[in-house]
């Protein structure tokens, strides 16, 4: 199921992109005329395969969990899960991987500002 963009989304993605692309701040002037935000985000934003099983990520975040749909062979329907992303943004969270039922994150420590390793269990 698709998320409507809201105009706070909008907003949002708008100052990321000043942000994060300097090209698109020194030229804002001409970007503004042709960007057109609407509708909704994609129903799947990524997907990653491990141990005969698809974790199908989604745009659909509650309670700062992400939600996944977990595939078994041949595209069945196994269950619908949240997993806990750490973004850095809203359109952008940092590298994880999924295996052996488990989900591996890098996420960068605000206190010493290195990264590290965290591991979940997926149930």
Known sequence: QRQEISRQDRDEIIKIWQEDFPSIRRQWDFFKKIINIRGAFPAIRTFCISDD?????????EKGKTEFYILGTGGNFVKRTFLPLVYRNMLNHFPYIVAKNKLYRLVESEETENWELVVTPID
């Open 53 to 61: 099983k698809s974790y199908v990520q989604t745009c659909k975040v």
